[in-house]
Protein backbone atom coordinates (compact mmCIF):
# COMPACT_ATOMS: atom_id res chain seq x y z
CA UNK A 1 0.00 0.00 0.00
CA UNK A 2 0.96 3.27 -0.77
CA UNK A 3 0.28 6.29 1.96
CA UNK A 4 1.38 9.60 0.59
CA UNK A 5 2.92 12.45 2.74
CA UNK A 6 3.17 12.97 6.01
CA UNK A 7 2.80 16.95 5.81
CA UNK A 8 -0.20 17.91 6.84
CA UNK A 9 -1.87 20.22 9.15
CA UNK A 10 -2.89 19.12 12.01
CA UNK A 11 -6.25 19.22 12.99
CA UNK A 12 -9.45 19.89 13.49
CA UNK A 13 -12.23 21.33 14.44
CA UNK A 14 -15.20 19.74 16.06
CA UNK A 15 -17.36 18.02 13.48
CA UNK A 16 -20.35 19.29 12.34
CA UNK A 17 -23.47 17.15 12.93
CA UNK A 18 -24.02 17.17 9.23
CA UNK A 19 -21.22 16.87 7.19
CA UNK A 20 -20.98 17.55 3.35
CA UNK A 21 -19.63 14.34 2.44
CA UNK A 22 -17.21 12.91 0.20
CA UNK A 23 -17.79 13.42 -3.47
CA UNK A 24 -19.99 11.93 -5.47
CA UNK A 25 -18.46 10.54 -8.40
CA UNK A 26 -15.23 9.33 -8.43
CA UNK A 27 -15.93 6.02 -8.40
CA UNK A 28 -17.18 6.71 -11.78
CA UNK A 29 -14.08 5.15 -13.83
CA UNK A 30 -12.36 8.18 -14.67
CA UNK A 31 -10.05 8.03 -17.58
CA UNK A 32 -9.29 11.26 -17.77
CA UNK A 33 -6.56 11.51 -20.38
CA UNK A 34 -7.50 8.84 -23.14
CA UNK A 35 -10.11 10.56 -25.16
CA UNK A 36 -10.24 8.09 -27.62
CA UNK A 37 -11.85 5.45 -25.67
CA UNK A 38 -13.89 7.12 -23.30
CA UNK A 39 -14.40 4.53 -21.41
CA UNK A 40 -16.19 5.17 -18.15
CA UNK A 41 -15.69 8.62 -17.42
CA UNK A 42 -14.73 10.47 -14.21
CA UNK A 43 -14.31 9.62 -11.07
CA UNK A 44 -16.39 9.84 -8.57
CA UNK A 45 -15.67 10.24 -5.45
CA UNK A 46 -16.07 8.45 -2.54
CA UNK A 47 -15.39 9.03 0.24
CA UNK A 48 -16.67 8.65 3.37
CA UNK A 49 -18.10 10.48 5.04
CA UNK A 50 -19.25 13.27 3.41
CA UNK A 51 -20.68 13.15 -0.15
CA UNK A 52 -20.54 15.34 -2.83
CA UNK A 53 -22.47 16.48 -5.52
CA UNK A 54 -21.11 15.77 -8.83
CA UNK A 55 -17.76 15.72 -8.74
CA UNK A 56 -17.51 14.97 -12.55
CA UNK A 57 -15.72 16.23 -14.35
CA UNK A 58 -15.09 13.43 -16.70
CA UNK A 59 -15.60 12.12 -19.89
CA UNK A 60 -18.36 9.81 -20.32
CA UNK A 61 -18.52 6.33 -21.63
CA UNK A 62 -19.74 6.53 -25.20
CA UNK A 63 -17.76 3.12 -26.35
CA UNK A 64 -20.41 0.46 -26.51
CA UNK A 65 -23.37 1.46 -24.43
CA UNK A 66 -26.41 1.83 -26.10
CA UNK A 67 -28.67 -0.86 -27.06
CA UNK A 68 -27.80 -3.01 -29.06
CA UNK A 69 -29.23 -5.31 -31.64
CA UNK A 70 -32.34 -6.85 -30.57
CA UNK A 71 -33.14 -4.27 -28.34
CA UNK A 72 -30.55 -5.53 -26.02
CA UNK A 73 -27.58 -3.80 -24.22
CA UNK A 74 -24.51 -4.29 -25.58
CA UNK A 75 -22.42 -5.47 -22.20
CA UNK A 76 -20.04 -3.25 -23.11
CA UNK A 77 -16.71 -5.62 -23.17
CA UNK A 78 -18.18 -7.19 -19.60
CA UNK A 79 -18.11 -10.72 -19.03
CA UNK A 80 -20.07 -13.34 -20.58
CA UNK A 81 -23.34 -13.61 -18.95
CA UNK A 82 -22.95 -10.31 -17.08
CA UNK A 83 -25.87 -8.00 -17.84
CA UNK A 84 -26.49 -6.03 -14.86
CA UNK A 85 -24.70 -5.57 -11.92
CA UNK A 86 -27.44 -8.37 -10.01
CA UNK A 87 -25.61 -11.13 -12.50
CA UNK A 88 -22.22 -10.30 -10.93
CA UNK A 89 -21.38 -13.44 -8.00
CA UNK A 90 -20.84 -11.01 -5.35
CA UNK A 91 -24.56 -10.06 -5.82
CA UNK A 92 -25.52 -13.36 -7.01
CA UNK A 93 -24.49 -15.96 -4.77
CA UNK A 94 -23.79 -13.81 -1.54
CA UNK A 95 -20.61 -13.55 0.35
CA UNK A 96 -20.13 -13.42 3.94
CA UNK A 97 -16.89 -11.68 6.14
CA UNK A 98 -15.91 -13.70 8.85
CA UNK A 99 -15.31 -12.25 12.09
CA UNK A 100 -11.86 -10.78 12.75
CA UNK A 101 -9.66 -9.14 15.84
CA UNK A 102 -8.65 -5.79 14.10
CA UNK A 103 -5.75 -4.16 15.62
CA UNK A 104 -5.64 -0.71 15.32
CA UNK A 105 -3.82 2.11 17.20
CA UNK A 106 -5.12 4.37 19.35
CA UNK A 107 -6.91 7.30 17.24
CA UNK A 108 -4.91 10.63 16.66
CA UNK A 109 -5.40 13.04 14.19
CA UNK A 110 -1.18 14.22 14.25
CA UNK A 111 -0.36 13.16 10.86
CA UNK A 112 2.17 10.22 11.31
CA UNK A 113 -0.36 8.27 13.65
CA UNK A 114 -3.55 8.99 11.36
CA UNK A 115 -1.93 7.64 9.01
CA UNK A 116 -1.34 4.32 11.03
CA UNK A 117 -4.73 4.12 12.13
CA UNK A 118 -5.99 3.96 8.17
CA UNK A 119 -3.33 1.88 7.58
CA UNK A 120 -4.29 -0.21 9.83
CA UNK A 121 -8.13 -0.68 9.07
CA UNK A 122 -7.19 -1.63 5.81
CA UNK A 123 -5.22 -4.27 6.99
CA UNK A 124 -7.81 -5.47 8.80
CA UNK A 125 -10.48 -4.61 5.28
CA UNK A 126 -8.45 -6.79 3.36
CA UNK A 127 -8.33 -9.54 5.75
CA UNK A 128 -12.49 -9.28 5.83
CA UNK A 129 -12.69 -9.22 2.21
CA UNK A 130 -10.31 -11.19 1.17
CA UNK A 131 -12.01 -14.25 1.84
CA UNK A 132 -15.01 -13.13 1.07
CA UNK A 133 -14.30 -12.30 -2.78
CA UNK A 134 -12.25 -15.87 -2.72
CA UNK A 135 -15.39 -17.56 -1.83
CA UNK A 136 -17.35 -16.34 -4.80
CA UNK A 137 -14.19 -16.63 -7.01
CA UNK A 138 -13.34 -13.35 -7.89
CA UNK A 139 -9.59 -12.01 -7.91
CA UNK A 140 -7.77 -9.78 -4.66
CA UNK A 141 -6.50 -6.46 -5.77
CA UNK A 142 -4.77 -4.20 -3.13
CA UNK A 143 -5.72 -1.05 -2.58
CA UNK A 144 -3.60 2.33 -2.33
CA UNK A 145 -3.95 5.31 0.08
CA UNK A 146 -3.12 8.77 -0.47
CA UNK A 147 -3.57 11.38 2.34
CA UNK A 148 -1.95 14.65 1.18
CA UNK A 149 -4.04 17.75 0.42
CA UNK A 150 -3.23 17.88 -3.60
CA UNK A 151 -3.20 14.46 -5.00
CA UNK A 152 -2.39 13.67 -8.63
CA UNK A 153 -5.35 11.30 -9.34
CA UNK A 154 -5.57 9.01 -12.42
CA UNK A 155 -8.95 10.23 -12.29
CA UNK A 156 -8.34 14.04 -12.38
CA UNK A 157 -8.04 16.35 -10.19
CA UNK A 158 -9.54 16.78 -6.90
CA UNK A 159 -13.41 17.77 -7.00
CA UNK A 160 -13.60 21.53 -4.65
CA UNK A 161 -13.04 20.32 -0.84
CA UNK A 162 -16.67 22.03 -0.77
CA UNK A 163 -17.99 18.98 -3.12
CA UNK A 164 -15.81 16.07 -1.94
CA UNK A 165 -14.32 15.01 1.09
CA UNK A 166 -12.33 11.58 -0.13
CA UNK A 167 -12.81 9.62 -3.14
CA UNK A 168 -12.03 5.96 -4.49
CA UNK A 169 -10.35 6.55 -7.85
CA UNK A 170 -11.58 3.11 -9.85
CA UNK A 171 -8.74 3.52 -12.40
CA UNK A 172 -5.11 3.81 -9.75
CA UNK A 173 -7.29 1.43 -7.14
CA UNK A 174 -6.33 4.27 -4.51
CA UNK A 175 -8.55 6.17 -1.74
CA UNK A 176 -7.82 9.71 -1.49
CA UNK A 177 -8.59 11.23 1.80
CA UNK A 178 -6.82 14.36 1.64
CA UNK A 179 -5.41 14.91 5.19
CA UNK A 180 -7.15 18.71 5.69
CA UNK A 181 -10.53 18.08 3.84
CA UNK A 182 -11.29 14.95 6.08
CA UNK A 183 -9.92 16.48 9.35
CA UNK A 184 -12.04 19.70 8.89
CA UNK A 185 -15.66 17.24 7.64
CA UNK A 186 -14.59 14.60 10.34
CA UNK A 187 -12.49 16.16 13.21
CA UNK A 188 -11.37 14.08 15.83
CA UNK A 189 -14.55 11.60 15.86
CA UNK A 190 -12.71 8.31 15.87
CA UNK A 191 -15.98 6.23 14.48
CA UNK A 192 -16.46 8.86 11.48
CA UNK A 193 -12.75 8.33 9.99
CA UNK A 194 -13.46 4.30 11.30
CA UNK A 195 -16.58 4.56 8.83
CA UNK A 196 -15.42 6.30 5.92
CA UNK A 197 -12.84 4.48 5.57
CA UNK A 198 -14.74 1.29 5.29
CA UNK A 199 -17.29 2.86 3.20
CA UNK A 200 -14.47 3.75 0.52
CA UNK A 201 -13.01 0.38 0.70
CA UNK A 202 -16.66 -0.69 -0.40
CA UNK A 203 -15.61 1.05 -3.39
CA UNK A 204 -12.99 -0.95 -3.71
CA UNK A 205 -14.75 -4.30 -3.23
CA UNK A 206 -17.33 -2.97 -5.99
CA UNK A 207 -14.07 -2.27 -8.31
CA UNK A 208 -13.14 -5.94 -7.63
CA UNK A 209 -16.39 -7.77 -8.10
CA UNK A 210 -16.94 -5.65 -11.43
CA UNK A 211 -19.61 -3.44 -10.10
CA UNK A 212 -18.28 -0.52 -10.95
CA UNK A 213 -17.40 -1.63 -14.43
CA UNK A 214 -21.43 -2.83 -14.93
CA UNK A 215 -21.85 0.66 -13.77
CA UNK A 216 -19.77 2.55 -15.90
CA UNK A 217 -21.12 0.75 -19.22
CA UNK A 218 -24.65 1.61 -17.71
CA UNK A 219 -24.06 4.97 -16.98
CA UNK A 220 -23.10 5.99 -20.66
CA UNK A 221 -26.76 5.50 -21.60
CA UNK A 222 -28.09 8.04 -19.22
CA UNK A 223 -28.29 11.63 -19.10
CA UNK A 224 -25.59 12.97 -16.62
CA UNK A 225 -27.14 14.38 -13.63
CA UNK A 226 -30.24 13.09 -14.62
CA UNK A 227 -32.47 10.99 -12.96
CA UNK A 228 -31.28 7.18 -13.77
CA UNK A 229 -27.64 8.63 -13.51
CA UNK A 230 -28.42 10.01 -10.04
CA UNK A 231 -30.35 6.92 -9.17
CA UNK A 232 -27.58 4.73 -10.23
CA UNK A 233 -25.64 6.53 -7.92
CA UNK A 234 -26.91 5.77 -4.99
CA UNK A 235 -27.37 2.79 -5.65
CA UNK A 236 -23.44 2.50 -5.60
CA UNK A 237 -23.28 4.74 -2.72
CA UNK A 238 -25.68 2.57 -0.62
CA UNK A 239 -23.88 -0.05 -1.44
CA UNK A 240 -20.80 0.95 -0.13
CA UNK A 241 -22.53 1.77 3.19
CA UNK A 242 -23.96 -2.18 3.56
CA UNK A 243 -20.36 -3.16 2.82
CA UNK A 244 -19.07 -0.57 5.59
CA UNK A 245 -21.49 -2.12 7.72
CA UNK A 246 -20.56 -5.67 6.97
CA UNK A 247 -16.83 -4.89 7.97
CA UNK A 248 -18.07 -3.16 10.96
CA UNK A 249 -19.86 -5.78 12.03
CA UNK A 250 -17.58 -8.16 11.56
CA UNK A 251 -14.48 -6.17 13.56
CA UNK A 252 -16.87 -4.95 16.56
CA UNK A 253 -16.52 -6.41 19.58
CA UNK A 254 -13.21 -8.28 18.40
CA UNK A 255 -9.36 -7.13 18.70
CA UNK A 256 -9.35 -3.38 19.57
CA UNK A 257 -12.81 -2.38 17.92
CA UNK A 258 -15.37 -2.94 20.88
CA UNK A 259 -19.41 -3.43 19.86
CA UNK A 260 -19.44 0.12 20.63
CA UNK A 261 -17.64 2.09 18.73
CA UNK A 262 -18.99 -0.31 15.39
CA UNK A 263 -21.96 0.46 16.35
CA UNK A 264 -21.23 4.18 16.62
CA UNK A 265 -18.89 4.20 13.22
CA UNK A 266 -22.51 2.15 11.58
CA UNK A 267 -24.77 5.56 13.16
CA UNK A 268 -22.00 7.57 11.80
CA UNK A 269 -23.89 7.25 8.52
CA UNK A 270 -26.65 8.90 9.63
CA UNK A 271 -24.49 12.30 9.22
CA UNK A 272 -23.43 11.82 6.23
CA UNK A 273 -25.43 14.16 3.79
CA UNK A 274 -25.68 14.83 0.25
CA UNK A 275 -28.96 13.26 -0.35
CA UNK A 276 -28.91 13.92 -4.39
CA UNK A 277 -26.31 11.41 -5.06
CA UNK A 278 -26.40 9.45 -1.73
CA UNK A 279 -29.57 9.09 -0.71
CA UNK A 280 -31.27 10.79 2.68
CA UNK A 281 -29.32 10.44 6.14
CA UNK A 282 -31.89 8.12 7.04
CA UNK A 283 -31.54 6.08 3.75
CA UNK A 284 -27.89 5.85 4.27
CA UNK A 285 -28.07 4.86 8.04
CA UNK A 286 -30.44 2.30 6.79
CA UNK A 287 -28.30 0.08 4.39
CA UNK A 288 -25.01 0.26 6.67
CA UNK A 289 -27.31 -1.49 9.12
CA UNK A 290 -28.44 -3.53 6.78
CA UNK A 291 -25.08 -4.74 5.74
CA UNK A 292 -24.09 -4.60 10.01
CA UNK A 293 -27.09 -6.69 10.96
CA UNK A 294 -26.58 -9.44 7.84
CA UNK A 295 -22.65 -9.47 7.56
CA UNK A 296 -23.59 -10.67 3.94
CA UNK A 297 -22.99 -9.14 0.46
CA UNK A 298 -26.81 -10.66 -0.39
CA UNK A 299 -28.36 -8.23 1.92
CA UNK A 300 -26.59 -5.13 0.24
CA UNK A 301 -28.64 -5.25 -2.98
CA UNK A 302 -29.40 -2.02 -3.68
CA UNK A 303 -30.61 -2.70 -6.97
CA UNK A 304 -33.38 -4.40 -5.35
CA UNK A 305 -34.32 -2.57 -2.25
CA UNK A 306 -35.59 0.61 -1.18
CA UNK A 307 -33.63 3.83 -2.26
CA UNK A 308 -35.68 6.24 0.06
CA UNK A 309 -36.29 9.83 -1.14
CA UNK A 310 -33.52 12.19 -1.25
CA UNK A 311 -34.98 14.59 0.95
ZN1 LIG B 1 -18.99 6.76 -1.65
Given at each position: MNTAGDDAEKAASPPARSRTGPAGRWWRTGLPLVVTLLLVAGVVVVVAGVHGRSADSAARNTTGAGSGEGGRRSNNGLPDGVETVRDLPLLADGAAVPALGCELPEFSTEPRRLSEYYLAELDCLEKAWAPALAEVGIPFLKVNLRLDDEPETACGALPPSDEATGLYCHTDSTIYLPRARI??????????????VAHEYGHHVQRMAGVLDVVNAELADYEEAGPEDRALNRKVELQANCFAGMFLAAAGGNGSVSTA????????????VDSETHGSSATQLHWAEAGYAARDTSA??????????TD
Amino acid sequence: MNTAGDDAEKAASPPARSRTGPAGRWWRTGLPLVVTLLLVAGVVVVVAGVHGRSADSAARNTTGAGSGEGGRRSNNGLPDGVETVRDLPLLADGAAVPALGCELPEFSTEPRRLSEYYLAELDCLEKAWAPALAEVGIPFLKVNLRLDDEPETACGALPPSDEATGLYCHTDSTIYLPRARILDSLGEVEQAHLATVAHEYGHHVQRMAGVLDVVNAELADYEEAGPEDRALNRKVELQANCFAGMFLAAAGGNGSVSTATAEAAVADFENWVDSETHGSSATQLHWAEAGYAARDTSACDTWNGDLGSTD
